[in-house]
């Protein structure tokens, strides 16, 4: 997508807004109004062309984690991918027409940004964002942060490396289609058996699993086969925040 140089910044643009915490059919709003974010020395502003939503997104919007969050009102939102239409001073990297792609926060947790994704520009740290793949579209590339990095910290923090086995729960999802691409193609895992309803067991081989589990015919717990890494991608096990 090129946008030419030329092409003035507006002040004020689309955005999905929340002003207040709750479910977002009560809460959130289309504002045709909202201020386009300044730029900060170490930022660039992203037109924006394709935006993901998380599980995180929709706690936020709940209030789950308020003690830590910024100020409503909120334009929710931590994946895009889009062009980048200014920079700021202190960017050595970026430049005006490079098509990028990112989280916008580095902290998910810690005071997010308010000027999120689901808005026609957004204001991201230079460093927080990598130029899109040629072979990704905006949408596909806009699907990918937040589930990778959940998906590779994951694996980090349970130490696993080459020569593991691990069965991923919820195989067939956002974080789950990762998790096994990982373990399989870049941990060098030496199993990895993944669980989903039937019309997704497919997809699961084809991303990797050496086992693809329905979970509407067999329970995971009565499996003969045992695993140094069990993944839970989906919440069975325990239901934290995250």
Do not use: C
Not at 24 to 52: R, Y
Not at 121 to 130: F, G, K, N, P, Q
Not at 199 to 225: R, V
């Amino acid at each position: 997508m090129e946008i030419p140089s030329s092409t003035p910044i507006p002040s004020k643009m689309k955005a999905w807004v929340y002003g207040e915490y709750g479910n977002a059919s009560n809460v959130l709003k289309l504002d045709s109004n909202a201020t386009v974010p300044q730029v900060k020395e170490d930022q660039v502003l992203i037109k924006v062309v394709a935006a993901s939503i998380n599980p995180v997104d929709a706690k936020r919007m709940l209030g789950m984690f308020k003690a830590s969050d910024s100020p409503v009102p909120t334009v929710p939102g931590y994946d895009v991918a889009g062009v980048v239409v200014k920079v700021g001073s202190q960017v050595k990297r970026l430049k005006v027409g490079d098509e990028v792609y990112g989280d916008i926060n580095e902290i998910s947790l810690d005071h997010p940004k308010r000027y999120g994704s689901l808005a026609e520009y957004t204001a991201v740290e230079e460093s927080l964002l990598a130029l899109k793949p040629k072979n990704l579209s905006f949408a596909e590339a806009a699907s990918l942060p937040l589930v990778i990095e959940t998906a590779h910290e994951g694996l980090e923090r349970t130490g696993f490396s080459a020569g593991k086995s691990i069965l991923v729960l919820g195989g067939a999802g956002g974080a789950g289609t990762q998790i096994i691409q990982l373990a399989k193609h870049v941990f060098g895992a030496s199993t990895v058996a993944a669980t989903s309803s039937t019309s997704k067991l497919e997809l699961l081989k084809s991303l990797g699993a050496d086992l693809a589990i329905d979970y509407t015919k067999e329970n995971f717990e009565d499996l003969p086969e045992k695993f140094d890494v069990v993944y839970d991608a989906v919440g069975m096990i325990l239901d934290p925040l995250f």
